[in-house]
């Protein structure tokens, strides 16, 4: 993935500071074709960089606060991949754990996770399912867009090809029943 971030230069005027790949771009070993990369991310309360400088490399988790912001785009294996044999559910687990810190302690067995944030989601290239807690499971294809209001959810690739999503996530007091 390509990454374009822009700034300022000393005479106040927009130029490209960095050109390359996203820093934080994990392709997974213990699932190959499981791609995960954090283009951008701010912290509640910072303000905008006037001179782009990378704030990714020092996020500790993919949960933002409050006000926080993250961008993750996810390549999804067919979940096919996760009932062959030969995966390794620990070995995931385990890269997980260190790719996506502050969500993937929230993910459950079942694939099941709530997080304090409302979601954009749009589904780049592929198939999805996007699953709730009631059971029902609403296909999308590329193009679809996914409002995600802080609600338990799972997402599930049915497809016999891989799905890439990009999320943006806002850190919220997440409320129920308003």
């Known amino acids: ?58 996020i500790t988790s993919l949960l933002p606060g409050p006000g926080g912001t993250r961008f993750i785009v996810l390549t999804m294996t067919p979940d096919t991949a996760m009932a062959d044999p030969a995966f390794d559910p620990v070995a995931f687990d385990r890269e997980q754990r260190a790719d996506s810190p502050g969500i993937a302690e929230l993910i459950g067995p079942d694939g099941m996770h709530t997080t304090p944030t409302v979601d954009y989601c749009i589904v780049l290239q592929g198939e999805v399912v996007l699953e709730l807690d009631d059971g029902r499971c609403t296909p999308l294809s590329a193009g679809d867009v996914v409002i995600q209001n802080g609600t338990r959810h799972g997402w599930r690739n049915r497809s016999d090809r891989p799905v890439t999503v990009a999320f943006v996530l806002i850190g919220a007091e997440v409320g129920h029943g308003r």
Do not use: C, Q, Y
């Open 1 to 58: 993935m390509r990454r374009v971030v822009t700034g300022h230069d000393e005479n106040g005027r927009s130029v490209v500071v960095s050109d390359g790949p996203a820093p934080r771009t994990r392709e997974f070993t213990s699932l190959p074709g499981w791609v995960s990369s954090v283009p951008w991310a701010t912290e509640p309360g910072e303000p905008v960089s006037r001179t782009g400088e990378d704030p990714t490399p020092k």
